[in-house]
């Protein structure tokens, strides 16, 4: 069984503002596997900051437990919470390099109360910019590099004293999507080769859908949902993962022409808008072909996207069935025992929120499938 490397349980936070008291975090549970690599997704105003600063000590906590590396960081006393930090590796969204300094100085700044000489500092240096394919750049300026290679230098530099953790603050938020892949990459090898556990804060799913193999959805101080990465995604519980798998997947967009009257999302009497989830894509196209014969139906695609989640195919696929209600009704009971979520979208009620859409939806279909 794998180990835990933070513990949080009961965690709440409340700062005191000149309207009264600010409740950050409330009742926050989390348990982080050594060697994970974990997401906290949510969004701006969530709370996230306040998380990474209580563990690592930077903010107090007001009520519950946290645990890191099997100490109690409420319970430290400065100094201990000064060598705990060093086990904990951080990497924010705006790099904090500094400027006037070359990139092996910036990497070799947190080694300057270490008890390496002269020569050892400069190896480990050397080690740290080659773990980050920066050695070339060794005696450039930061803003002689682009966005990624900056955001390297700060992963270099924030691994410098060996730490077991490494937190990235928003990390990739100011990078273009192919820097952020070739980042996210590297973290990824850095998990393996370096066994670290890695904590991604972020409000951007394809991030940790990318990366991380366990997540936490955080909304409003609250942890909302949490599991592994695939399973959250794939069958998302709470209206804030639903939105960030629909705005993800581009699902969204299809509520949007819903929305606007689009005329090729029109349902006539006997048609039906169907949103079709599954995890396999190959099952996915036989079982379309299978309904229309066997139910006698006409299935038309309106819009299918594939999503890869920690390495697991996830598809979405909207759809216009047209048949008798009979028809429809077996064909999604069918699709269910096949363990395609199946969602009939609405018309009339595609005006409102698109979150109210699903939930309404999702539980028209199950009562409709349990009948
Ligand atoms: P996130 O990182 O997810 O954007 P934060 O942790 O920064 O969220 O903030 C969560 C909430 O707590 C926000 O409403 C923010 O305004 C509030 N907050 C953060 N820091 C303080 C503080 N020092 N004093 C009062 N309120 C704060």
């Avoid at 850095?190 to 904590?199: A, F, P, W």
């Avoid at 047209?322 to 077996?330: C, F, L, T, V, Y």
Wanted: aromatic letters at 4%.
């Amino acid at each position: 069984m794998t180990n835990s490397i933070i513990e949080i349980s009961n965690l709440n936070k409340t700062y005191a503002t000149p309207d009264g008291p600010y409740t950050a975090l409330q009742d926050v549970s989390l348990t982080i596997p050594e060697g994970s690599i974990f997401g906290i997704i949510g969004l701006s105003g969530a709370g996230k900051s306040t998380l990474v600063r209580c563990l690592n000590g930077l903010e107090s906590t007001t009520e519950g437990t946290l645990t890191v590396l099997g100490k109690s960081i409420p319970d430290l006393k400065p100094g201990e919470l000064r060598e705990l930090r060093k086990s904990i590796g951080m990497v924010f969204q705006q790099y904090n390099l500094m400027p006037s300094r070359t990139v092996e100085n910036n990497v070799a700044l947190p080694l300057k109360r270490s008890s390496l000489n002269r020569e050892q500092k400069k190896a480990r240096v050397t080690e740290l910019l080659q773990l980050v394919g920066l050695e070339s750049h060794a005696k450039s300026y930061p803003s002689q590099l682009s966005g990624g290679q900056q955001q390297r230098v700060a992963i270099a530099r924030a691994l410098a004293n060996h730490p077991q953790i490494l937190l990235l603050d928003e990390a990739t938020s100011a990078l273009d999507p192919d820097t952020t892949k070739t980042i996210l990459e590297l973290v990824e090898r850095l998990n393996r080769q370096l066994h670290l556990t890695i904590i991604v804060v972020t409000h951007e799913m394809n991030v940790v859908e990318q990366i991380c193999t366990e997540v936490a959805v955080i909304d409003k101080g609250t942890i909302v949902e949490q599991g592994d990465s695939f399973t959250v995604f794939s069958d998302p519980k709470a209206d804030l993962t639903r939105r960030f798998v629909s705005n993800s997947t581009g699902l969204s967009r299809i509520y949007e022409l819903i929305d606007s009257d689009s005329p090729i999302l029109e349902t006539g009497p006997d048609e039906r808008l169907i949103h079709m989830q599954y995890v396999d894509k190959t099952v996915s196209e036989g079982l379309v072909s299978i309904i229309s014969t066997r139910f006698g139906l006409t299935v038309n695609i309106l819009f299918a996207s594939l999503d890869i989640v920690d390495g697991y195919p996830l598809g979405s696929i909207v759809a216009k069935y047209k048949g008798s209600d009979a028809q429809i009704d077996q064909a999604l009971e069918f699709l269910k025992g096949k363990g395609i979520r199946t969602t009939v979208i609405e018309p009339g009620a595609a005006k409102a929120d698109i979150d109210a859409v699903e939930t309404t939806t999702v539980e028209n279909t199950d009562k409709e499938n349990a009948r």
